[in-house]
């Protein structure tokens, strides 16, 4: 059954002032990346295997059940399609959408951590097992009582060395681990990071590798106790479990050693560099960066096309509802962040690429880029997850009642995307952690130091412009200037904050965290500095083509323009902008906002979700929201006894109807394979004009369409 | 069990300033009426009826089913106990009904206000017996699928048939269906049904009627009436939200509530003699959303304020033992401007029942002048204060790490239950630009040499910029309410001369309008922020408030319009009225209160008075034994009910013998 594009939606479409494809693959990296991914997301949508009713109707034990052997199944596939390890994302987004994967932690955590500190020997032996699933792992760090502090763990492994065996003991009820994914139930072993002991002395967090479950019949092992943590706000799919050890034993071989290491003897072998560690949490931040976009992305995807879709109230007397997205409010909730997505989406995207050149030559051992990088990943991560967590709020609130129903996909991705704020390093730690880098660096500076890379312009704070100069607030170059300027300026502050602070008297900690408040603005201004100046550059690739710069300049424009008037006062408050630049970038915004209307949609369509991974009625691509709202809702869980008590089968009815779909897309499919043109067309538009175009005509569905098809058919 | 109280709490309280008790009586206006909230609490909390099992730990299926059954048992017992004020069965439903409703909620919130306002002596002779006594169990049927905030755009249709003296009832369209109402998919038998009347072909807008959508003998929807289950939601799981469409359905003309507008026998239409009766009604539930986001700003702050002091996180000296995370400037910086915006909003809610309270009986009498003005401002501090609650909630969660996304918390499910004030019964923005409205017309008055009264008298002469160089002290709650009268003044003057310019500038009212709105939206909220600052300032001149309560309250005050003024500090800087310095000053001042209030924290949440089965938080017991509750429900949870999960036999086992096949 072929369905029309919601007449408003095709207007917005055919009225965009470029062609959407040309920004989808200036996004993915050129037209080859989009074709791979359209190729895998469609075998994976298109594969029934994968087919199932919607989570959000399931209790959470269903939904584990369903996501687990999904993600069984996935694994398989992956292998039997000998799909390539760059392209092997587009697939495993297709299949979970923005849901998580209960073997993610596997793949994300306990598999590098073999990679990366595991010894040669210690990978012959489990990596294959584990690349195989015959043992499938994850990664216990978290305590209950412990999270961001890693030194503060309470997991034991004192070292035996009359067995040579490390004995492992959580001593207390807050050293048992608690939030791994995947621990609850489904893993059988884990990496265990616990403070190594040896004769009576502590040696600080390691990797261990334990098994927990019996592999005969998982059942948990002597001595381990290990469970489900209960149900959370998101995250339903996913067993983050608890683990309890009591004189659990295992061989020194199982501590990962490819860095530190313990003889048999006992001897304690210190690692080359304790720096070693922070390339992959670079790499784990460029992700949460993505991901943040990719939450703006999908929420502003589906908050846009429905604001085009819903109509309401009367704009001027007698004159039809105006479609939402006309008022100017609406635009001024959902068009920062769409700037906002494709900010954060390129921010990924140059930290992805700084991480990668980086990564080989930290591999050949020079570690000097990684302070930097690190303070920059930690700041972008912390800044593109909190705007992520408002901006998907922001957009289901602007969706209405609507964004508070399931069918909108805008709860559950913001409950499955909101840990990103609290997890792999809490957003204000994380600021603080960037924080520690820029007054450093500051201190440097004023010691005649000259500075490099991201925090260059902490060389020399600019003088105040003179007052009275006119300044044009769309020029980009400006308002990075102003960016600059302001990162610089609260650097500056914070620092003289600590400095006033310790100079009253107190020491080194209290001074810093009586300033942190100051230290976690500056770290802010200048992550967003960053991301202002990254989305700029971009736009100087000569590859864009006109069309897509221009619409692209916009954004950025309105991406700065709109962070400068929030943090208003900040510009101000040392004369660098005036009152008056500051309304001139109201105005900007309202004017820059009215150009962008046309293209909204297109922008949206460019990040390319197909409905599939959008799982959203509201945003839907053809907007038929109103009925399918209608159908999900007659068939969700509380309504299914009406249905069945009427004598009709819900599950068996869609089970028809898609079987039906099915065989008209596979008979499209194959026709279409062979180079025929084909139109697929519902009852009420089959008129003589079409019947007249087709050479053959063919009837899908009973007897009673093949009568009325061959009915119309006259020569 | 007597619990022993985590020992970091306890000292907590024994260092507090001031008796917390000093201060509940305060919010709740009196030691009798203290007294009365924990009876009626402990009354619902050890009636063994209502215990169950974590409704996290449920489908929603049988969430609905648990809630429903307890709100009926709710319902019996209130009237076997003679609980019949409001106040009293607001207390005693809270204890029952914790962060959620249940799903007759409407029958009493809606369906049964809806009879005593708008049905004539005859309808509720009729119906208000068997309403009041649950015979029949109704809703109120108003949004549809495709329109919500507009009422004048519903498409429901009533149209008379004055042969039969009949109502002929239809959702003619899709998008007529209504959808939303509580209660309405499994629970109801009736709805007042809002629907655009409809005589000789000539339409007369929306009026309520009283329809009857099940059978009382077996629930069945009758004949013409599909009504339903909108389906799974981001919260209120244990409300059946119903959609209801109607296929030419009867009801007799009698059926319309006729209390204002009537339709004759002949089809003669009657006017109603004024169209803002139904407002005072309004400002009441504004009004109550403005207390209940308080109280849900204060749930929240409560949880996330005692656990900061029982968790214990990092080393912030070398050597020393992990601090408690409250002694993090940062997590205080997170915390207590929300703490400070509870107490705000509890207060101007009260503030606005009260004011509500005193109006209501001069519009009773016909004086309905008070109106524009009340409506304006209740439009705007819902809200103000529903946003905030929105964005607070989530950052107390967020401010207890990993742990507030745990369930245990209670932080998701408050804050999935409560997140809808921000959307329902007035979406956000469009309730800021009615409050816009009035503050324009207003401001237009003045300039036309009118002498403005009320909360909007201060726009009548917007004050010159102070010459700079001037000192202030930024801790001066004076001061600090000029400042924000300032600020408000200003912006809606400019909203105003931007409305003027884009109508200068060829676009018609509508369109000038539409251009302005971000501005518009701009001085409302800038309006309702001032008068809460006001309000609250205002509050602690009571003379009845000892001097330990009046200390650290006005602290708080301080706090909640400092914090206010320097995450807006462009908007008092960008005439000149403060300068640079003094938002410096205002930042240091911050600092300096949050270090005074940090020993006070948890005797200021205390004071809110929230007993633990109202909080249903592990994080936030108030004897703060946190992980051994957390490891017990964790293992109560339903994935935990068998060592090895069922999943591991069907899929799991298969899979992993498969793998090893392989090798």
Redesign the interface.
């Known amino acids: 059954m072929a369905t029309t594009v919601n007449p408003d939606l095709r207007k917005e479409r055919e009225n965009a002032s470029f062609v959407p494809e040309k920004i989808t693959n200036f996004l993915y990296g050129g037209p080859e990346r989009v074709q791979k991914k359209r190729e895998l997301a469609s075998l994976a949508l298109n594969d029934p295997d994968y087919h199932h009713e919607d989570l959000?109707?399931?209790?959470?034990?269903q939904q584990?059940?369903t996501c687990?052997?999904k993600s069984?199944l996935m694994?398989?596939k992956i292998k039997q399609l000998k799909i390539d390890a760059v392209d092997e994302h587009f697939y495993r987004s297709a299949v979970t959408g923005p849901s998580p994967d209960p073997l993610g932690l596997h793949v994300g955590m306990f598999l590098p951590t073999l990679y990366g500190q595991a010894t040669q020997e210690q990978k012959e032996k489990w990596l294959?097992?584990a690349e195989?699933?015959?043992i499938?792992g994850t990664y216990a760090q978290?305590e209950?009582?412990?999270?961001?502090?890693l030194?503060?763990l309470e997991t034991t492994a004192t070292f035996d060395p009359k067995t040579q065996e490390f004995i492992l003991n959580t001593p207390t009820?807050?050293a048992?681990k608690?939030?791994p994914g995947g621990l609850?139930?489904?893993s059988?072993y884990c990496v265990l990071m616990a403070q190594l002991y040896i004769q009576g002395k502590s040696y600080g967090p390691h990797p261990f590798m334990v098994q927990i479950r019996s592999?005969q019949?998982?059942?948990?092992l002597p001595g381990v106790t290990?469970?489900?943590?209960?149900?959370?706000?998101?995250?339903d799919v996913i067993?983050n479990g608890?683990l309890a050890l009591r004189n659990v034993r295992i061989p020194r071989e199982n501590m990962l050693m490819k860095h530190s290491k313990v003889a048999p003897d006992g001897t304690y072998v210190k690692p080359p560099s304790s720096k070693l560690a922070y390339g992959t949490m670079v790499f784990v931040r460029a992700t949460i960066v993505n991901d943040s976009a990719m939450a703006l992305s999908i929420a502003t995807t589906i908050a846009i096309r429905y604001s085009c879709v819903?109509?309401?109230?009367?704009?001027?007397p007698g004159h039809p509802?105006p479609q939402v997205l006309?008022?100017?409010?609406?635009q001024?909730?959902l068009f920062p962040y769409l700037a906002a997505a494709y900010a954060f989406w390129l921010t990924g995207q140059t930290m992805m690429s700084v991480y990668m050149t980086s990564s080989s030559r930290i591999s050949k051992g020079d570690i000097s880029v990684l302070p930097e990088l690190h303070a920059l990943s930690a700041g972008l991560k912390a800044l593109s997850s909190w705007v992520a967590?408002?901006g998907m709020?922001e957009c289901?609130?602007a969706c209405?009642?609507h964004?508070?129903?399931?069918?909108s996909g805008l709860?559950r991705l913001y409950?499955n995307l909101?840990?990103g704020?609290?997890?792999e390093g809490?957003?204000?730690?994380m600021m603080?952690q960037t924080a520690r880098y820029l007054m450093k660096s500051y201190n440097q500076s004023l010691q005649g130091e000259k500075l490099a890379g991201s925090v260059a312009y902490l060389s020399g704070v600019q003088p105040v412009p003179a007052a009275g100069r006119t300044r044009n607030m769309l020029d980009l170059g400006a308002l990075c200037d102003a960016f600059r300027h302001r990162a610089a300026r609260l650097v500056h502050e914070a620092a003289m904050q600590l400095r006033n602070e310790r100079q009253a008297g107190k020491?080194q900690?209290?001074a810093w965290?009586?300033a942190?408040?100051?230290l976690?603005k500056a770290a802010m201004a200048h992550s967003q500095y960053f991301v202002v100046k990254n989305f700029a550059e971009r736009l100087t690739d000569s590859r864009l083509d006109s069309s897509i710069s221009a619409v692209l300049t916009r954004l950025c424009q309105l991406h700065a323009l709109h962070g400068l008037?929030t943090?208003?006062?900040?510009?101000?408050?040392?004369?660098y902008l005036t009152?008056s630049d500051?309304?001139q970038a109201?105005r900007h915004?309202?004017a820059l906002m009215a150009k962008l209307r046309p293209d909204a949609v297109a922008l949206v369509d460019a990040f390319d979700f197909p409905d599939g991974i959008l799982n959203s009625i509201l945003g839907r691509y053809d907007g038929n929201v109103?009925?399918h709202?209608?159908e999900?809702?007659?068939?969700?869980?509380?309504?299914k006894n009406?249905l069945a008590a009427r004598g009709s089968n819900y599950e068996g009815l869609m089970k028809r109807h898609k079987i039906h779909t099915k065989n008209l897309e596979s008979v499209t499919e194959a026709l279409r394979s062979h180079g025929v043109e084909v139109k697929v067309i519902q009852k009420h538009e089959y008129t003589p004009e079409k019947v007249n175009w087709a050479d053959v005509i063919m009837s899908a569905g009973g007897d009673g369409t093949f009568l009325m098809a061959a009915s119309h058919i006259l020569t």
């Open positions: 959000n109707f399931m209790s959470r034990e584990y059940e687990l052997k069984l694994t398989t294959n097992l195989n699933y015959v499938i978290t209950m009582g412990h999270g961001t502090f030194r503060g009820l807050t048992s608690w939030w609850g139930k489904t059988n592999l019949d998982h059942k948990p290990v469970g489900d943590i209960g149900p959370k706000f998101g995250y067993d608890f819903r109509r309401q109230s009367e704009m001027k509802e006309d008022y100017v409010t609406q001024y909730k967590n408002v709020e289901r609130l209405g009642g964004g508070y129903s399931h069918a709860p409950a909101t840990p704020a609290t997890y809490e957003n204000t730690v603080l020491d900690p209290d965290n009586a942190s408040v100051d976690v008037v943090n208003s006062g900040d510009f101000l408050e040392d004369g009152g500051i309304r109201r915004i309202n109103y009925q709202l209608l999900w809702a007659k068939a969700s869980p509380l309504n009406d």
